[in-house]
């Protein structure tokens, strides 16, 4: 079976979603996992240290300027991360959905260069995290925290991260059984979202206050 943008959208509202077995596979499987990770919007952990980040503004924040260089740098192998998920295909198809406005990236740029960010599909209220890189210090943490606050302007309620990482705990993610989820995304399908591309410097802060007393499921700075 062909894999399309027009069926990956489709897969994504049911609660399925590709990934290849590496960076060079010709090859996508379909994942509909018994445990899904979710980052409750109204439950965010900030540590401490990260809100000094924010609040310091280190990097310049964009949306969808650079869609496409972010998705090769979250393909790129590293060091710490000698292969990844992210083929040919799935370059191809994400960029094909970031065209017709249903993925975003959201990028950090130091002295004019991208050294950190995300990407992700947006679909009703729900918007499906894919992947994020760093090349400077918490650039990928600001990234997450600007996704966020706008997903939180925009009125989404669901913030899907497919899995749990002990990276993505220190924020607040929790699994949540498959049809549990499913109902979630029922639910998150029916709301009446919209991606904000702009973010002021008040709604961040705002968005940052709200987050104090939020727990997180690892050991933080707090």
């Keep these: 079976m062909e894999i399309t943008a027009d069926l990956l959208l489709k897969a994504y509202t049911i609660g399925v979603f590709p990934m290849a ?7 996508l499987h379909w994942i509909d996992p018994e445990n899904r990770g979710i980052l409750p919007l109204d439950k965010i952990h900030i540590s401490r240290s990260l809100r000094k980040t924010l609040k310091r503004k280190p990097f310049e924040v964009r949306c969808n300027t650079a869609f496409s260089d972010v998705l090769e740098m979250c393909a790129a192998t ?5 292969d990844t ?3 040919p295909l799935i370059k191809k198809i994400y960029t ?3 065209e017709r406005g249903f ?3 959201v990028e950090c740029w130091l002295d004019g260069k991208l ?4 990407y992700g599909v947006s679909l009703g209220g729900a918007f499906f995290g894919e992947s994020m890189f760093s090349r400077r210090s918490d650039a990928s943490k600001v990234a997450l925290i600007h996704l966020a606050a706008r997903l939180i302007k925009g009125n989404y309620n669901l913030l899907d991260t497919q899995f749990t990482t002990e990276h993505l705990s220190q924020f607040g993610t929790i699994e949540i059984e498959r049809e549990i989820y499913k109902r979630c995304l029922f639910e998150a399908m029916q709301a009446p979202a919209r991606f904000p591309l702009e973010l002021s410097e008040i709604e961040l802060f705002d968005f940052i206050e709200s987050c104090k007393g939020n727990r997180s499921t ?3 700075d707090d």
């Design 218 to 220: 690892v050991y933080t």
């Design 78 to 82: 590293t060091s710490q991360r000698p």
């Design 21 to 27: 077995e590496s960076h060079d596979s010709l090859d």
């Design 85 to 87: 998920w992210i083929n």
């Design 96 to 98: 094909q959905l970031h």
């Design 115 to 118: 050294v950190g960010g995300l």
């Design 103 to 105: 993925a975003h990236s």
